[in-house]
């Protein structure tokens, strides 16, 4: 049975406040690299499909996508899509392998996948300050921020969803803020505030909060900067047409013929 990480009905309690005032500019980072790394795929994509918590970001982008709602269960039709992006959402996934498939599944024969998704390094600053501040004040530790894959990790996941020509790569950005309650109050308008099935139940202490700010290191203009990795996930579904490895055994001679000739050249003589 798949553990229970993210309390679904608190997330979208969080995300349906976070539409009324929202702060998407992570969001709208997000969708730009997708526009980048688009431009530079020779392929136009006519059956497009945007997994996402806020629709608002993309219907301009691509009018022609079909949006689907984040969810554990994705509303997207087996093999109807040239393109699935799965934006800024997965990451919240009690089955991050399950969303893959599902996408992997929703593509036709050499369709484009691109998951973008908060990763490790996302908050280290928050996660640090927060953990120390709370032993300090409680002699204890509680979840309070999101734990987030690895690169190295969701990249081998791609491969075990079956996709072909799979690549992991991310970009790191870093936020400047007044304060924490400034980050928390941006957190709040993004819809990225505490979802996870283990938290308290109960109102903090207002002296966590204060420990926590007054552990959070500050830069030389007395400003806090928040990191946010976002990474993104790139895989194809797999077609005759793509590129394959050799077989183990297929060269035409083995490593140590060709290191052999590459002595016996020498350097040339220049």
Not at 126 to 132: D, G, K, M, P, Y
Not at 255 to 263: D, F, G, I, K, T
Request: aromatic share 4%.
């Amino acid at each position: 049975m798949t553990p229970i990480l993210t309390d679904r009905p608190a997330l979208a309690r969080h995300r349906t406040r976070a539409c009324r005032a929202p702060a998407l500019f992570l969001h709208e980072e997000a969708a730009r690299e997708v526009e980048e790394r688009l431009s530079e795929v020779n392929r136009r994509f006519t059956a497009p499909a945007v997994v996402t918590a806020f629709p608002e970001v993309w219907r301009d982008r691509l009018p022609n996508a079909r949006i689907v709602t984040d969810a554990e269960e994705l509303a997207l039709d087996p093999g109807a899509h040239d393109l699935v992006i799965h934006a800024l959402a997965m990451h919240w996934s009690n089955d991050p392998v399950g969303q893959l498939v599902q996408s992997r599944r929703a593509l036709r024969p050499d369709g484009l996948f691109l998951g973008l998704l908060f990763g490790g390094r996302t908050l280290s600053e928050l996660r640090i300050a927060l953990a120390e501040a709370e032993a300090a004040v409680t002699g204890g530790l509680s979840p309070r921020v999101l734990p987030m894959a690895e690169i190295r990790d969701l990249g081998a996941l791609l491969q075990r969803a079956g996709f072909a020509l799979p690549v992991a790569d991310s970009l790191v950005r870093e936020v400047r803020y007044r304060d924490t309650l400034h980050l928390m109050r941006d957190l709040r308008a993004m819809g990225e505030t505490n979802a996870l099935e283990a938290r308290l139940r109960r109102p903090s202490r207002r002296a966590l909060f204060a420990e926590a700010e007054a552990r959070y290191p500050r830069r030389a203009d007395d400003r806090i900067v928040a990191s946010f990795e976002i990474i993104c996930l790139t895989g194809w579904a797999p077609h005759e047409s793509q590129q394959k490895p050799l077989r183990p055994g297929s060269a035409a001679r083995s490593l140590a013929e060709a290191l052999a000739a590459a002595r016996k050249d020498g350097p040339g003589d220049g």
